[in-house]
């Protein structure tokens, strides 16, 4: 059989250039896969970018936007990689990567279904431990997609990729998401066994003392999937990007748990002692600084984040409490405890109920420092208002984002939707990550 990429896109025959005719698959040849790209948002994880892998390396800068078409997307840039990594991108690169607005509609692979208007709050009725009741339901989306080239590429090796038939991605990257590492602790002193991910910073080094933060989901998140809870939002990808890495070196530990953590009526399960029991593992195992350990969640990570400091009050250096509650007469540990906490007017539970949390720590001499910040506001305005507040210099920082500001459109602006998109916003103020990581006991 001849070799098509020997085959001759014209010849000469009698002085005149006869131009053969390439079937439409021959552009599909020229590529030997596609990968999915995704990326975790405040929301949840995308589908924001197609890596194509071509057989000899292409020209980025004779690349644009409308070579290649995806379905119901917006191609947003083209460009080449030396690998399917978009952080590689260099000037000529086997690798092209097709990026897509994370705006589409189909971007979204988590879609969570509206809660109903029942007052949600951090936690679900019922005994602690037990699956979570009247919880968010969530849909899974197969990250995939198909791309098409629709225009000829130029390649490397002086020949031409001509417009195609489409190919379909076969793998998938997730950007972040991949470097954690899967495992599950079976603690011999409560008997639970745990599932969790564990993101080892880069460059790794026995020698250096890392610090380590605990994010724990919310019940939404309840899985047996262990990746569940780094796909549903920024609670523990955020500390673990490249950008937050470059400036702050951690572990980020994120349990998976596969059933109710903690409750309304302030109960927790075996749980929180097995988690604690865990970081003690890590800490043996890596060169870990036990004074710079730090705990956050949201709604019931939030609720168990708490618990831990009442019944641990000297081990975290700080916590980060995004939409919990608990009951006030029992948070006196706190108020000698270096906290932020984030959470929505118009959370039906979580905002009266941290109203009546430090209230309680101001009886018990802590000073707290309050601010209402606009949901909407851009980074560089987020990280005013956190210089703002870090500048009083008290241990305690409570912020509720104005009502109004929270939920985005097209979702009921009810006390569901602020709470849950209380950490949408929450996880994404790089600043309060500073803050947290700079305390240490």
Same mark, same amino acid.
């Given at each position: 059989m001849t070799d098509r990429r020997r085959f001759l896109? #014209?010849?000469?025959?009698? =002085?005149?250039?006869? !131009?053969?005719?390439?079937? &439409? %698959?021959?552009?599909?040849?020229?590529?030997?896969?596609?990968?999915?790209?995704?990326?975790?948002?405040?929301?949840?994880?995308?589908?924001i970018g197609v890596a194509l892998e071509y057989e000899a390396a292409v020209d980025g800068g004779k690349l644009?936007?409308?070579?290649?078409?995806?379905?119901?997307?917006?191609?947003?840039?083209v460009f080449t990689c030396a690998s399917p990594d978009p952080a590689d991108r260099a000037a000529t690169g086997r690798f092209v990567i097709v990026e897509l607005s994370p705006d589409d509609a189909g971007a979204?692979?988590?879609?969570?279904?509206?809660?109903?208007?029942?007052?949600?709050?951090?936690?679900?009725?019922?005994?602690?431990?037990?699956?979570?009741?009247?919880?968010?339901?969530?849909?899974?989306?197969?990250?995939?997609?198909?791309?098409?080239?629709? #225009?000829?590429?130029?390649? =490397?090796?002086?020949? !031409?990729?001509?417009?195609? &038939? %489409?190919?379909?991605?076969?793998?998938?990257?997730?950007l972040i998401v991949d470097d954690f590492r899967q495992a599950e602790f079976s603690d011999p002193k409560t008997g639970d066994?745990?599932?969790?991910?564990?993101?080892?910073?880069?460059?790794?080094?026995?020698?250096?003392?890392?610090p380590l933060v605990l994010f724990m989901h919310d019940a939404g998140a309840t899985s047996i999937d262990p990746l569940t809870t780094l796909r549903q939002g920024l609670g523990a990808v955020g500390w673990a990007s490249p950008e937050d890495q470059a400036k702050h070196p951690c572990f980020v530990l994120a349990p998976q748990y596969a059933g109710m953590i903690a409750n309304d009526q302030s109960e927790t399960t075996s749980m929180l002692d097995t988690t604690i029991d865990l970081i003690d593992k890590l800490a043996t195992d890596y060169s870990i600084d036990r004074r710079r350990l730090y705990a956050t969640g949201q709604s019931g990570g939030c609720m168990m984040s708490i618990a831990m400091n009442i019944k641990y009050p000297d081990l975290f250096a700080a916590s980060f409490l995004v939409a919990?509650?608990?009951?006030?007469?029992?948070?006196?540990?706190?108020?000698?405890?270096k906290l932020w906490i984030v959470v929505s007017e118009g959370d039906l539970k979580a905002y009266p109920g941290q109203n009546a949390i430090t209230a309680a720590l101001e009886q018990d001499g802590a000073k707290v420092t309050r601010a209402v910040w606009d949901g909407t506001s851009t980074p560089d305005a987020f990280a005013v208002a956190v210089a703002a507040m870090a500048a009083e210099g008290t241990a305690i920082n409570y912020v509720a984002l104005r009502?109004?500001?929270?939920?985005?459109?097209?979702?009921?602006?009810?006390?569901?939707?602020?709470?849950?998109?209380?950490?949408?916003?929450a996880y994404t103020i790089g600043g309060i990550r500073d803050w947290i990581l700079a305390q240490q006991r």
């Open positions: 896109f #014209s010849f000469l025959a009698a =002085g005149t250039a006869v !131009v053969i005719g390439l079937p &439409a %698959a021959w552009a599909a040849d020229r590529i030997r896969g596609a990968t999915a790209i995704t990326k975790v948002f405040g929301d949840g994880i995308r589908l644009t936007a409308a070579n290649f078409r995806i379905d119901s997307r917006t191609v947003v840039s979204p692979l988590r879609k969570l279904l509206p809660p109903e208007d029942n007052g949600n709050g951090p936690g679900d009725p019922g005994a602690a431990g037990g699956p979570p009741p009247g919880g968010p339901k969530v849909l899974d989306i197969l990250a995939k997609a198909t791309v098409t080239q629709v #225009s000829s590429v130029t390649l =490397g090796d002086n020949t !031409v990729a001509p417009a195609g &038939a %489409a190919i379909t991605t076969t793998a998938v990257s997730n066994k745990l599932k969790y991910n564990l993101f080892v910073p880069k460059d790794y080094d026995p020698a250096k003392t890392y919990g509650q608990w009951d006030p007469a029992l948070v006196k540990p706190l108020a000698k405890a009502k109004g500001t929270v939920v985005p459109a097209g979702q009921s602006d009810n006390g569901g939707s602020n709470h849950t998109n209380t950490w949408r916003i």
